[in-house]
């Protein structure tokens, strides 16, 4: 049951037909977790919280810097030093006293992110880095957890939503990730700051979307944005019989790490 | 010959044959080697693109890699 006061706090959830008392209920019984409190993670985790998911988790390393806060809209001026994960659950929580906010100030890795992702119903990659992109998807398929994938860069932005054993997975559109430094990052290219904001508040519509069970995902759909052209184009993808990790004869039976691919701004934070 | 690349029509002028390869080359894609294909709805394996030929009215879909996001 809800409370007088989450009746009050949610009224423009509960009168939708698609959410209602039931609908919002759900929410606040959901567990989301966003991997990386930065650009893509920070519209998301804001919305989640004021949506009222009831357990939001939070993963990430990193400290706030200067060169953040042009997209990372969760993080102020005032953060600068400070733990990203504490600084977003600090918003969160100002936001919405009624959620939990779980965080884990580390990176994740093939040791720990199943440990990690195994307490939640849906998993946000908010991310920047193709090693942690195919680690996210790995864990996920293997767990069986429904999850969002999203990328950015410069003006465009693409995201999926994967339903393990369902849907195409990332690996089913690119069975292995890039050489480190064949793909330019962010940082190195550039990103226009309202960019992640568009597509984390898509992963967080799907969070809420799975949640209530309302409406159709993005599984088996590559939905592809363009800021400059303001274009979304929906690409069918269907799952790849030769996926590595979710085809017919997977050769990914366990985590492991894509040293690899790690890139230019992962060696410049160790 | 008629394509669909990427949602838009795309006429190719007319050759004897070509390639998934020749296609990428011909329409000046960017980083072709990190280019992921998907023809008429499936994704293609790499070491098919030499061998595959396009024929009209096929669907074709570039799709990239897009790292950022967290930092």
Redesign the interface.
């Given at each position: 049951m809800l409370t007088d006061e989450q009746i009050e706090r949610y009224q423009r959830h509960i009168a939708l037909k698609e959410v209602g008392g039931k609908g919002q209920r759900r929410l606040l019984d959901g567990r989301v977790l966003i991997i990386?409190?930065?650009?893509?993670?920070a519209p998301a985790a804001l919305y989640l919280a004021a949506a009222g998911i009831g357990t939001i988790g939070l993963v990430?390393a990193?400290a706030v810097d200067l060169t953040?806060l042009q997209r990372q809209v969760i993080h102020f001026t005032s953060d600068i030093g400070r733990a990203k994960v504490v600084s977003a659950r600090e918003k969160m929580t100002a936001i919405n006293p009624g959620i939990q906010v779980n965080t884990y100030q580390e990176w994740v890795h093939a040791g720990n992110i199943l440990g990690i992702i195994g307490d939640y119903d849906f998993v946000i990659?908010?991310?920047?880095?193709?090693a942690?992109?195919f680690l996210i998807n790995d864990a996920c398929v293997l767990a069986g957890i429904p999850y969002s994938h999203?990328?950015?860069?410069r003006f465009?932005?693409?995201t999926i939503t994967v339903r393990p054993g369902e849907s195409a997975c990332y690996r089913?559109?690119?069975p292995s990730p890039?050489p480190k430094d064949?793909?330019p990052?962010?940082?190195q290219a550039g990103?226009i700051g309202v960019l992640?904001g568009v597509?984390g508040l898509i992963q967080a519509t799907e969070a809420i979307k799975l949640l209530l069970g309302k409406g159709d995902l993005l599984t088996g759909t590559?939905l592809v944005y363009n800021a400059l052209a303001m274009s979304f184009?929906k690409?069918?993808?269907?799952r790849?019989p030769?996926c590595p990790i979710c085809g017919e004869t997977p050769s990914i039976k366990e985590l492991k790490d894509e040293v690899d691919a790690v890139?230019h701004?992962d060696l410049e934070k160790s | 010959m008629n394509l669909t690349v990427n949602g838009k029509k795309a006429a190719i002028a007319d050759k004897e044959s070509l390639s998934i390869s020749g296609l990428l080359d011909e329409l000046n894609v960017a980083d072709p080697l990190y280019v992921t294909v998907e023809l008429n709805g499936d994704i293609m394996e790499r070491i098919n693109f030499d061998s595959t030929l396009v024929r009209d009215g096929d669907e074709i879909e570039f799709l990239y890699f897009m790292g950022g996001g967290r930092g």
């Open positions: 990386g409190a930065g650009a893509l993670g990430d990193d953040n990659d908010g991310t920047d880095n193709f942690a992109k999203a990328g950015i860069l465009d932005g693409q089913c559109i690119f890039p064949a793909i990052t962010c940082s990103v992640p597509l590559l184009d690409i069918h993808i269907n790849n030769k890139t701004c | -």
